[in-house]
């Protein structure tokens, strides 16, 4: 083993650039269907808990067998079913099938929910080619219209397949539509930088966050211009110990106004780390919040295993994911040489 992991699956390059993909917390619309269902549908809703349950863990190979089987079980006509087999697909990358399941809940759903549309539009997008990407322009269309712009993201991943196509007058009417929606979102700062620079709508922009360091509030909006390293780790890792020097030489190497280190640290103890950190002499920002791989940073970055790093340039692109030791340390030299003069940030913290 080269490091600690959650599961076996690779992580998905790309997984929270766009909003409405993730299992909504309480009960789903399924389950609250079932409260008031005759008992003949009991073996339906015992075989969708199970597979919600190895969703919940990963074992999403598993999870869509059950979410078929549910399925079956009342006759195909389970939405929440195939919304759920959909997801699994995509976790695994399966992004064709991931939107054919998701075509499946739609036909099957007697709500015409909006999201559905956008989740669809999402797996189009994602598998890359001109027919799918006209294919997702119109399903956030759609799910803007059913909703009457209540989906506010909906906007948002408009605004990015359109660009997409060639079509920035458009995606950029629809990313000021989102601004003028939801103004303060955690997306609105991609929102502005991509009508400002609709080149970037087609490179992947670091999703963003505003998270507590040791000591101070930071937020990714702050480190525009520099090269940042987001480095996720742990004091009880094997390898993120065996790696430290070369990250406390990269820190050595390269620190100033043009480089910052964010360590992500995904102890549960705090203890442990301020002892770690002072015996290393370890001085670049830290973020724990002791929830370990359910930390915000870790759950928003798709992080499953441990040594991790994603390197962002200056525009907040993410230019590479999981680069150690020498490789890692000449990327970020490649990057600072670019950084033009002109977008020097403000000392190092």
Known sequence: MTGHSRDRFAVLAGLCLFGGLFVPAGATAWERRQAIQPESDAASQQAFTAARVDFRNERYDEAIKGFKK?????????????????????????????????????????????????QLGI?????????????AVEAFQRAIDLSKGQVVIAYFNLGHALIKQGKEKEGIK????????????SNASEARAIIANPRLATVGLAPVFR???????????????????????ATWCGPCREEMPAVKDIWKKYRGDQFVI???????DRGALNRYL??????????YDGDGFDSKLSRLYGVRAIPHTVLIDHEGVVRAVGLRGGALSSKIGELIKKLPKVERASPAM
């Open 70 to 118: 549910a399925a079956a079980q009342k006759n195909g006509q389970c939405a929440d079913c195939y919304t759920f087999m959909a997801q699994a697909y995509f976790r695994l990358g399966k992004l064709k099938d991931a939107a054919n399941a998701q075509k499946q809940a739609i036909a099957v759903n007697p709500e015409n929910d909006p999201q559905l549309y956008n």
């Open 123 to 135: 797996y189009l997008y994602k598998e890359g080619d001109k027919k799918t990407l006209e294919e």
């Open 174 to 185: 629809a990313l000021n539509s989102y601004l003028e929606a939801d103004p303060r979102s």
């Open 211 to 233: 998270v507590r360091t040791s000591g101070d509030d930071l937020a990714l909006d702050q480190l525009k211009g520099r090269v940042v390293l987001l480095d996720f780790w």
């Open 262 to 268: 964010v360590g992500i640290s995904l102890d549960r």
């Open 278 to 287: 002072g015996t290393e002499g370890i001085s670049w920002p830290q973020v």
